[in-house]
């Protein structure tokens, strides 16, 4: 992400900014990418699938057995019925052991936690404090990012649509994972929620409240977020940029 140093509006105010009333709505009211929900479905699933595969060979092979005078061998007991949902939602790839990679793996479901989906990024990063919004004359519309504080810092990450950056959407194998358990509305509903674009993430030195005022003064572009956000301003080290914050909603993560 490059950050546009700040312009003085010399008391002059712009166009309408484009996109900003949509943009400002969507980071009000927005859910974030539902990874715990989803892979409690396809988790769930899975198992039952395999449940099922067991009962199917446990009743072939009684069958067998009956015929040719055997007991019944097929007996083995499948490590991953035992996973619990709620603890792989936890997880980072990091720590997954051998076997629940493998599980997700299996089902084509790895990315949900891999390197880059959202629960990797807050690992790595920190937990999310607020929803940005950057401008820039000359933008076709307002830049919606995350704002992170972990132990690295301060990092900004871009927001976009999940059908966008999550590679469970592009991947043909994990597309038809989705489709087996969720029908086309809630994968409309799962394909509009916010995702972060790992690839364009960048650390800055700080970001600070400013008020409204100095926005005003500042920002030619003030007008079209003010009095919905409350500005700050992003120092990096190539320069200064203008920024409006606002509250992650209660239902997300980031």
């Known amino acids: 992400m490059t950050i546009t140093p700040l312009q003085t509006a010399n008391g002059h105010r712009t166009a309408p900014v484009p996109g900003a009333a949509e943009l400002i709505a969507i980071a009000r009211q927005a859910h974030s990418f539902q990874t715990r929900e989803l892979l409690q479905r396809i988790v769930t699933g899975e198992q039952q699938r395999i449940r099922d595969e067991q009962l199917m060979w446990r009743i072939g092979g009684a069958l067998v057995g009956t015929f040719l005078g055997l007991g019944d061998g097929f007996q083995a007991a499948d490590i991953f019925l035992g996973m619990g949902c709620s603890s792989l939602a936890g997880l980072s790839h990091e720590v997954m052991s051998h076997e629940q990679r493998r599980f ?108 409204r005022e100095e926005a005003r003064q500042i920002d030619p572009h003030a007008h079209a977020f003010l009095p919905q956000t409350e500005p700050v301003l992003i120092e990096t080290n190539r320069g200064i940029a203008m920024g409006y914050r606002l509250p992650i909603p209660v239902h997300s993560d980031f």
């Open 104 to 211: 997700l793996e299996n089902c084509h479901s790895i990315w949900t936690i891999g390197t880059n989906s959202p629960s990797e990024l807050l690992a790595r990063v920190g937990p999310a404090r607020s929803r940005l919004l950057l401008y820039a004359e000359g933008w076709a519309e307002p830049l919606l990012l995350s704002h992170h504080q972990g132990l690295r810092g301060d990092t900004l990450i871009p927001l976009g649509f999940a059908q966008q950056h999550a590679a469970g959407f592009h991947n043909a194998q994990s597309r038809q994972v989705l489709q087996q358990y969720f029908n086309s509305e809630e994968l409309q509903l799962l394909a509009y929620q916010l995702y972060p674009d790992a690839s364009r993430a960048s650390q800055v030195n700080r970001v600070a409240a400013i008020s």
